[in-house]
């Protein structure tokens, strides 16, 4: 169940088309900006992750978070038990590995974890360019709120309602 300090995180299942259920996920520091497994490491990277402010101030503050995070991802029985909180009836054998995702997570310099949508923009005009960070979901950057709030930046149009 999500925790109310972590709103973006926690155990959720969802059936998908072909009826199987997919529990997850769990979040923990990517090894590499495209660190799709424990394998990938990208040494300059992983280090710019734990010297930033920030991420040294969120990890002081909740690094017992973070070391629960980390068991649940290694440990199909820590897993279990995280999901046997919100499905009793799951057992470890019904469990099966899924793929990883990479979801950044903006922190402010002073450690505040940005929980929507940052826009960034740069230049004005036809060589514009607007960066969208910080993507709180896959569901979410496919809205189409989202999609119109992106058009009206890039146009300066204002759009009537969906």
Do not use: C
């Amino acid at each position: 169940m999500p925790d109310p300090a972590f709103p973006f995180l926690g155990v959720h299942a969802t059936r998908g088309v072909d009826g199987h259920v997919h529990a997850g996920p769990n979040a923990v520091l990517a090894l590499a900006r495209e660190g799709y497994s424990w394998g990938t490491v990208r040494p300059r990277e992983l280090a710019r992750s734990l010297t930033y402010p920030g991420m040294i101030r969120v990890a002081r503050r909740h690094w017992r978070y973070g070391l629960g995070e980390v068991q649940r991802s290694l440990s199909k029985r820590a897993m279990v038990r995280q999901i046997q909180r919100m499905l009793p009836e799951v057992q470890a054998r019904d469990l099966a590995p899924a793929g990883a995702g990479v979801r950044a997570q903006a922190v402010r310099p002073d450690g505040t974890l940005l929980d929507d949508f940052l826009f960034a923009e740069q230049g004005q005009g036809p060589g514009a360019v607007l960066h969208v960070l910080n993507a709180p979901s896959p569901a979410a950057t496919a809205a189409l709120p989202i999609g119109r709030e992106i058009l009206e930046r890039l146009t300066g149009e204002k759009l009537g309602p969906l």
